[in-house]
């Protein structure tokens, strides 16, 4: 039976700074957020005193392979997913699942299998349809009916391009998708948002640029990931967000530190900034000739690690750092109205509580205690 649990004395940023507050759960939600909350049932509330702790939102990764990625130099190099424990010991609470380069051998419909396995067990999971390659790999017959059919499908991607694993995607092709993505949020009430893989290639974000050059298409749908990983890469995503009011997001690891920073001391906006970890999907190595060298398996905690050396070693906010990887994510993929990526009343009880060097001691998702240190 559901039961009111008070979290008492905690240092919110919800991810902006409120101040200490206590915060009451019933079942899955916040109900109610103050500076002094008294039990409502003192027999039925289950009491938590963490005064000298700070709290903020459960992290939301909006890039993981949920089913495992790779294959890139045959079966045996695909890699595996692990559990749902994984997240939460890093403080995430909420995930994106997408399919990555393999729509062959791998299905939406164990996407969705999976995804609503992690649900069920506190780990909330949206899902992008589609794949690397034209054309996409669907769990319905095409995109706009999982969107508008399916409840976790919230987009497209990841759709590979600039890379040498892509489909060679021409400007017309890449429109289609793109406006019958936007469509089918539309009649679904989702942000109808696309993740867009950017390889090492030298065209970068040419596709995106000239995608939107008719007018008919908001660079707002386009999400392009990976950004960091060149030098081309890094400038154009700092221009898609300057001159296009653009959004980037980040593969989490040292590259990412290094660039985000960069970033925030230009004065980027750090609202147009997002951070996933490509979890448990594949880090291929090639050699000069694009001949498979070696792989190994992205982990999932890459995000929180990122978290503490953006914001103790580098010196930014907590308030500016958490955008990245809480609210930014939830408020550019349409979540954030259900609550996920912030603390408030009303919204879902996904939260992490940590001590003051950032050490996690609890992650609460959906209401339950998922993680204690």
């Known amino acids: 039976m559901s039961k009111f649990k008070l979290y008492k004395g905690l240092q919110i940023y919800a991810p902006a700074d409120t101040g200490k507050r206590d915060i009451l759960l019933y079942a899955d939600k916040i109900v109610k957020i103050a500076e002094t909350i008294e039990p409502p049932f003192a027999r ?13 939102p459960g992290f939301v990764d909006g890039h993981v392979h949920i089913i495992g990625g790779g294959g890139e130099g045959g079966f045996f190099t695909r890699t595996t997913p ?24 791998r299905t939406h419909r164990e996407l969705l299998g999976q ?4 649900t069920h067990n506190n780990l909330k999971t949206f899902l992008m349809t589609g794949s690397y390659s034209l054309p996409l790999v669907t769990l319905l017959n095409d995109l706009q009916e999982d969107i508008v059919f399916i409840p976790e499908y919230i987009g497209i991607g990841e759709i590979a391009i ?5 489909s060679g995607i021409t400007i017309d092709e890449f429109r289609r998708i793109l406006l019958k993505t936007r469509v089918a949020g539309m009649l679904s009430s989702k ?21 939107i050059a008719l007018g008919d298409i908001s660079p707002h749908q386009m999400l392009p990931t990976h950004i960091n990983r060149t030098a081309q890469t890094l400038q154009e ?21 290094e660039g985000i920073n960069i970033l925030l001391n230009e004065n980027v906006p750090v609202e147009n900034i997002l951070c996933s970890s490509d979890g448990w ?8 000739k694009g001949n498979f060298v070696s792989v190994k398996t992205a982990p999932v905690d890459t995000l929180y690690r990122a978290f503490k050396h953006l914001s103790i070693d580098n010196g930014h906010s907590i308030e500016k750092c958490l955008k990245i990887f809480t609210s930014n994510v939830a408020d550019f993929f349409g ?17 992490v509580v940590v001590d003051k060097s950032l050490k996690i001691k609890e992650t609460c998702s959906q209401g339950e205690t998922v993680y204690q240190q």
């Open 44 to 56: 039925e509330t289950e009491i938590k005193d963490y005064s000298d702790y700070l709290c903020f």
């Open 82 to 105: 692990q559990c749902e424990e994984d997240f939460f010991k890093s403080g995430t609470t909420t995930v994106i699942g997408v399919l990555g380069t393999d729509g062959v051998t």
């Open 115 to 118: 995804a609503r396995k992690f």
């Open 162 to 166: 600039s890379d040498h694993r892509s």
């Open 191 to 211: 942000a109808g948002k696309a993740i867009i893989h950017i390889g090492a290639v030298k065209t970068g974000l040419e596709l995106l640029r000239e995608a």
């Open 237 to 257: 995503g700092k221009d898609w967000i300057e001159n296009y009011g653009g959004y980037i997001d980040f593969t989490a690891g040292e590259k990412s530190i």
């Open 281 to 288: 999907g594949s880090m291929p190595v090639f050699d000069e």
């Open 335 to 351: 979540i954030s109205k259900e609550g996920y990526g912030y603390i408030r009343e009303g919204g879902v009880a996904s939260f």
